[in-house]
């Protein structure tokens, strides 16, 4: 195989990494790709393509990001197949309410309902909001720059409870959750446990960022960054 293919296929799956589940094979999806550029006259971006033909329908980490002043979540990558809310439903649904340009295609969506198209005629990436559609948002100037934001931006979010459970093994009982997101290298996190054991000496500690604090009812409050908790913890 060319090597600059190989390049090629290895950068591709790069980008790729917002989505959450392993690569699967998607003949069928491509072969639905076949039809629908006929359908619409249109020819997908081979990224794209590949994209469909490895993760169509699959779950992807919450990303978000920040254009100019405005806040952008996508959520989920529009399918190639599905039950409903699939390209070429979406497609249909826009040309009969004839308020998009009939070179935008439906690429991803946020919680809302928001959608993001690809313009056939330049790849550039708009979001279109329920409510107005006469403004759509430009947000990336290609589908490659869309996926590298997914990547960069996605909030892979932890709740507390797993973290413990994963880590201590039924040592500590949540009394206040909380999450971990992405940042909690920069932001750091805080939530509140009861040890399932008996503390031998209940005085405040510090490890690094990481700080608990015992508290009159028994409980501890903890706070600092991921690493530093589980450190301080596991020394109890």
């Not at 072969?31 to 033909?53: A, M, T, V, W």
């Not at 497609?91 to 056939?120: C, F, H, K, M, Q």
């Not at 990547?151 to 932890?158: E, I, L, N, Q, R």
């Not at 994963?166 to 939530?191: A, R, V």
Request: with cysteine; aromatic share 14%.
């Amino acid at each position: 195989m060319d090597l600059v293919i190989i390049q090629q296929r290895k950068e591709f799956d790069l980008m790729f990494d917002f989505i959450k589940e392993d690569e699967q094979d998607h003949q069928d999806s491509i072969n639905r790709i076949f039809s629908l550029e006929e359908k619409y006259k249109i020819r997908f971006p081979s990224l794209l393509k590949d994209f469909y033909s490895k993760y169509d329908g699959a779950s992807m980490e919450l990303s978000k990001f920040e254009v100019g002043n405005t806040i952008c979540e996508v959520s989920k990558i529009i399918p190639i197949i599905a039950e409903k809310m699939d390209f070429e439903s979406i497609v249909d649904n826009d040309r009969i309410d004839g308020l998009l340009p009939e070179t935008y295609y439906p690429l991803a969506r946020d919680r809302g309902g928001n959608i993001y198209y690809w313009d056939s005629t330049n790849e550039n990436i708009y979001v279109v909001y329920n409510d107005d559609y006469e403004n759509p948002f430009k947000v990336a100037n290609s589908i490659s720059d869309f996926f590298e934001l997914l990547t960069k931006y996605k909030s892979t979010d932890v709740l507390v409870e797993d973290f413990i459970e994963k880590n201590f093994k039924g040592k500590y009982e949540i009394i206040k959750p909380g999450k971990m997101s992405s940042n909690y290298l920069k932001d750091g996190i805080e939530f509140v446990i009861r040890p399932n054991f008996s503390v031998k000496k209940m005085e405040s500690r510090d490890y690094n960022s990481a700080h608990i604090e015992y508290l009159k009812d028994g409980n501890i409050k903890v706070n600092g960054f991921l690493n530093d908790i589980k450190k301080i913890l596991s020394l109890l």
